[in-house]
């Protein structure tokens, strides 16, 4: 006779390892009789036809469930992990939102039923104030380069930034919170204590050090395709909104933005050269029915995710030119003189409508200043131009 896991949270590690995040029936009986319950009904070969089939490998190699859950807890503590059932204080509850867009078709998009996090802080607190940054793997180096310092700023001015970890966008986004101080979330496809990319080791020592990382599945589990798939839906979820910087037309990005959109979150993109194949997903976010908006700087996504009431993005400082600090009079005599030639005072008064009196005191004014010259009793711009 097999040992059952006397501890509901134990219980839910078992779950957690042998059924995927998001199964209907799973999560209908656990909402009808509780995690250990489930567990034991689960050994018994108890449970729907389905659910019988999806876990009978896995109970063929687990004769001890209760054994079985002992050895996740004790490898969750091994790696320094925590682990969060709803309910407990840290648990972000804008993730109950997920009950919202979830149905048949789609059942893994509902609500997390636990969480391993790895790092510094408590999960809702840092998450109260966040928003997405995502985009392509393979990015360009203007991509990364925006990525970069939109989460740099975003940080400074007090919003988490929450991304996948991967390569590319996501890399320069958590590298540019926290190269501003602040906090920053990696929402991985596999266990805490294997985080993906290897590549990206550094970095998540890093955040770590700085932020969380955190995952549905138990530590041990590895990447598989459809758990990038699954985990954008709480990138989106835990975010007030998702910017958007580069994606193709199947990226991963655009089903975060599909997500956040369908939650209600406020969906931003950046923009991109038309003919770059790292923005057409992008571009394409603007033309679907989405309301995606547009944002090129921190001031304008800040601007958009509080919206009425918050701070509202200054316009872009437009650049100044000497020019632009002539009066009406000056700039009708520069103007109206044509480049690389001679005009009479007279001429030139006349071409810019104001009185010979007038031109010749105006004229005096522009010559001291270097933007006009006199020859042998005639006006030309000055060739040396004005700084």
Request: aromatic share 4%.
């Amino acid at each position: 006779m097999f040992q059952l896991p006397d501890d509901p949270r134990l219980a839910l590690m078992l779950l957690s390892s042998i059924v995927e995040p998001g199964d209907a029936e799973l999560d209908e009986l656990l909402g009808e009789v509780g995690p250990v319950e489930v567990v034991g009904r689960i050994w018994e070969g108890d449970v729907p036809e389905r659910l019988r089939r999806l876990t009978s490998a896995q109970v063929a190699c687990t004769p001890d469930p209760a054994d079985r859950a002992d050895q996740i807890a004790s490898a969750t503590e091994s790696c320094g992990a925590r682990f969060l059932i709803p309910g407990d204080p840290a648990w972000p509850e804008q993730l109950r939102d997920l009950h919202l867009v979830c149905d048949a078709d789609e059942p893994h998009l509902r609500p997390p039923r636990c969480l391993w996090i790895r790092g510094t802080g408590e999960l809702a607190a840092i998450c109260r104030r966040s928003v997405a940054v995502v985009g392509a793997r393979a990015a360009s180096e203007y991509g990364q380069h925006l990525a970069d310092d939109l989460s740099a700023d975003l940080t400074e001015a007090g919003w988490t930034v929450i991304s996948g970890g991967a390569l590319g966008i996501d890399r320069s986004a958590h590298l540019g919170a926290m190269a501003r101080g602040g906090p920053t979330v990696a929402v991985l496809a596999c266990g805490v204590d294997r985080p993906y990319p290897k590549a990206n080791r550094s970095m998540f020592d890093l955040v770590l050090e700085r932020g969380l990382i955190l995952s549905e599945w138990p530590p041990g589990s590895a990447t598989m395709r459809h758990r990038f798939l699954t985990r954008n839906r709480v990138i989106a979820a835990l975010s007030a909104g998702t910017v958007v910087i580069e994606a193709g037309s199947r990226s991963g990005a655009r089903n975060t933005a599909r997500h956040a959109a369908e939650l209600g979150r406020v969906l931003m993109f950046t923009p991109g050269p038309v003919t770059s194949s790292q923005s057409v997903g992008v571009h394409q976010l603007a033309r679907e029915g989405w309301e995606a908006r547009l944002v090129t700087r921190a001031e304008e996504v800040i601007e958009d995710l509080t919206g009425i009431g918050g701070p509202m993005a200054a316009p872009p400082p437009i650049p100044k030119r000497p020019f632009d600090r002539l009066n009406e009079v000056e700039a009708r005599l520069v103007e109206s003189l044509p480049r690389g030639y001679v005009v009479e005072e007279a001429q030139l008064a006349a071409a810019a409508g104001v009185p010979v009196e007038t031109a010749t005191e105006t004229l005096r004014s522009l010559r001291k200043a270097g933007w006009v010259e006199l020859m042998e009793g005639r006006w030309r711009l000055s060739r040396g131009g004005v700084a």
